[in-house]
């Protein structure tokens, strides 16, 4: 009985663990950041210019965990994102999380991306 108590607990603990390790997200340099409103998959509104995610999109919620980008729908929020080869669909989208939105400056548009610069330890950029 006290093993299935234990085994019941380990379990609970670690169905909760991925919520609750918020550890550093590391971002990829070509991440830029941007006001994201979900419509009908695959539809988004991005900076207030209608796109759409690529096929094989990601999107990571606040916990870091894949969501389904239709169950978001009517769904805003400030995300940082990556595009695809062609730079017209987005590919990955990671839900920002308050002390992640509060790093600023980072690049909302791929210019600025590539006249500032990254550094990756500590997940910051500098402008010129």
Not at 10 to 20: C, D
Not at 50 to 58: A, E, V
């Amino acid at each position: 009985m006290y093993r299935c108590a234990a085994i019941a607990t380990l379990v609970a603990i670690g169905i909760h663990a991925p919520a609750s390790a918020q550890g550093k997200r590391a971002f990829p340099e070509n991440t830029l950041r941007g006001a994201m409103v979900f419509g009908d998959y695959p539809q988004v509104t991005l900076n207030g210019r209608g796109t759409q995610l690529s096929p094989g999109s990601r999107v990571r919620s606040q916990d870091n965990v894949i969501v389904m980008a239709a169950s978001l729908a009517g769904a805003r929020w400030l995300v940082h994102y990556t595009l695809d080869v062609g730079g017209d669909q987005v590919r990955d989208v990671w839900i920002l999380r308050p002390e992640e939105a509060a790093i600023k400056p980072w690049p909302g548009t791929l210019e600025q991306a590539q006249t500032w610069t990254f550094d990756a330890d500590t997940q910051t950029w500098s402008t010129p």
